[in-house]
C-alpha cells in the first residue's frame, strides 16, 4: 500500500528521509499482526544528498535529507485525498486481524507517544485527542487502532535504528506460492555480515519471505542500506516488482524496559536480574518454565515449544544461578515469556563422590555417622568431609538468544549486539554468545 501511496506522491511532492516501518509493543492482545505501522515524510524541493532507496515498477525512488518549503494545510489536504484513495482500494478490510487507520500531521508531536506504543499500552482516545488537538487529518477504519501506530509511528526518533529492503510481487501474482530460491539465501547469508535474522540453519526456516498471501516477495533486514542492495541482488528468485528501503526500529530491543520483579505488568517486555529458584522442568507441549526471584519477588520464566533448541540451555540452570532474562510478560499467569538470556554466574554444585582417602594408609576411611565425619580404622585420622567433584555443568556464562524462527520483529540479535561490543572477546556458537 505505502508502495502505491509514494508512488503517486513523487508526481508532485518529495520523499524526505527513509520511508520508515515501525513495530510497537508485541505483547498487546488485540494487536493487528506484526503490530507495525509504514510512515514516510513528505517535503517540496528536497535538497543535499539525494539517496537511491526504492524502485517502483520502471522508476527510481530518491529521498532527500531536507527541504526547503514546509507544507501548508492545502498539501494535507491533497496529500491526505491520495492516501485515502489508495488506502479505500486496497486495505483488506475483511481480514478480521487488520484494523487500518491513516494520519497526515503537519508537525512531528512529541517522541513519548512512540516509546509508550512500544512498551506500554496507548488508548485510543488518548491518541484521538493528540490527532485533534495537532490538527490531523485521520481515519481509522473498523476499531480504528491502526492511529495508535501510525501516529506512534511518526513520533519515533531513532535511538538505534536498522534497515529493511522489502520486495513487491506483481499484483498478479499476489496469493500465489512465492517462488525465492533457497540455496541464493543461505550464501547471501553467509556473504552479507550485516544483515541478520535472513535463514534459521538449524531449523531450516527461511525468514527473509512471508507466509501471508500479502503483496511482499521478501524483505532483508540489516545494519547498512548499501549492504541489503548489495544482499537483494544476490538473491534468486521471480520477478520482482518494486522495492524500497525502509529505517525500522526491528532488531533493537526498544520494547524493552529494565525493571525489578514487583514492577513488572502485564503485557510489557521486561529485562529482569534474579537468581534462579529451584530446577527448571518441561511441561506438556514442552514448554521448559523455572521461576527467578529478586528482591522484590518471583516470577515464573517460559521457554516455550517454539523456541526449539534454546530450552536445552534453560533446562541447563540450576537453583542459585544470576540470570538476566529478556521477555516479553504474559497476564495469566504472569510470566515472562523468553526471548534472550544472559547467564552472569553459574553455581558451583559440590556432590560426593566417596568417603575420603587416609593419607597415612591410602585405603577410605569409614563413616562415624550422618554429619559426624569420617575415621581411619587402621590409625584412625579422622577427617571432616568426603571427596567432593563439582557437579558438571552443560552451560556457560554468556549471553543465548531463541532462534531466528522464534524470532520477535523488536528483539535485537546477538549478532548485533557482538558488532556493538566489538573490544569484548566474544565468540558467537550455535546457541549463543559465550563470554571468555
Ligand atoms: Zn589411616
Redesign the pocket.
Known amino acids: 500500500m505505502v508502495r502505491t501511496i509514494i508512488q503517486k506522491i513523487i508526481k508532485k511532492y518529495e520523499l524526505i528521509g527513509y520511508p520508515r516501518l515501525v513495530r510497537l509493543n508485541p505483547n498487546i492482545p488485540w494487536k493487528t499482526r506484526g503490530n507495525g505501522a509504514l510512515c514516510i515524510q513528505v517535503g517540496k524541493h528536497g535538497r543535499n544528498s539525494k539517496r537511491k532507496i526504492g524502485q517502483i515498477e520502471d522508476q527510481d525512488i530518491f529521498c532527500s535529507d531536507t527541504f526547503t518549503k514546509e507544507l501548508d494545510e492545502g498539501d494535507q489536504m491533497q496529500l491526505a485525498a491520495i492516501v485515502k484513495e489508495t488506502v479505500d482500494g486496497q486495505a483488506r478490510i475483511d481480514d478480521e486481524n487488520t484494523n487500518p487507520g491513516y494520519v497526515l500531521l503537519l508537525k512531528k508531536p512529541d517522541k513519548d507517544l512512540y516509546w509508550k506504543a512500544v512498551t506500554t499500552i496507548v488508548t485510543l482516545e488518548e491518541v484521538q485527542a493528540l490527532l485533534r488537538h495537532q490538527q490531523a487529518i485521520f481515519e481509522g477504519y473498523k476499531n480504528s487502532r491502526g492511529l495508535i501506530g501510525a501516529t506512534a509511528a511518526v513520533c519515533w526518533e531513532p535511538v538505534d535504528r536498522t534497515f529493511e529492503l522489502i520486495t513487491y510481487r506483481p499484483s498478479e501474482r499476489w496469493g500465489t506460492k512465492r517462488r525465492v530460491d533457497l540455496p541464493s539465501v543461505q550464501q547471501m547469508n553467509a556473504d552479507c555480515p550485516t544483515t541478520f535474522d535472513n535463514y534459521d540453519q538449524t531449523n531450516h526456516h527461511n525468514r527473509i519471505a512471508p507466509h501471508s498471501p500479502c503483496p511482499i516477495l521478501y524483505g532483508i533486514r540489516g545494519d547498512d542500506p548499501d549492504d541489503l542492495m548489495t544482499a537483494s541482488a544476490l538473491v534468486k528468485s521471480e520477478p520482482v516488482e518494486s522495492w524500497i528501503l525502509f529505517e525500522t526500529n526491528q532488531g533493537t530491543d526498544d520494547h524493552l524496559q529494565r525493571k525489578s520483579i514487583a514492577q513488572i505488568k502485564p503485557f510489557e517486555s521486561v529485562i529482569i536480574e534474579g537468581s534462579v529458584v529451584g530446577t527448571p522442568f518441561t511441561i506438556q507441549g514442552g514448554h521448559v518454565l523455572f521461576t527467578i526471584s529478586d528482591k522484590t519477588g518471583t516470577i515464573p520464566c517460559a521457554a516455550y515449544e517454539p523456541t526449539k533448541e534454546f530450552r536445552t540451555i534453560v533446562r541447563g540452570l540450576c537453583e542459585g544461578d544470576i540470570v538476566e532474562v529478556y521477555g516479553g510478560v504474559r497476564e495469566d499467569p504472569l510470566t515472562v515469556n523468553l526471548e534472550k538470556l544472559a547467564v552472569k554466574h553459574l553455581v558451583t554444585s559440590l556432590v560426593k563422590t566417596e568417603n575420603p582417602i ?4 591410602g ?1 577410605h ?1 569409614k563413616s562415624k555417622g550422618t554429619n559426624q565425619g569420617y575415621k ?6 579422622t577427617s571432616k568431609d568426603p571427596t567432593v567433584l563439582r557437579k558438571p555443568r552443560t552451560i556457560a556464562v554468556g549471553f543465548y538468544e531463541v532462534p531466528i524462527c522464534a524470532r520477535r520483529h523488536l528483539s535485537k540479535p546477538l549478532k548485533r549486539i557482538i558488532n556493538e561490543k566489538q573490544s569484548f572477546p566474544v565468540n558467537l556458537n550455535e546457541n549463543g554468545y559465550i563470554q571468555r
Open positions: 587416609c593419607p597415612n594408609c585405603k576411611m581411619c580404622i587402621n590409625c584412625s585420622t
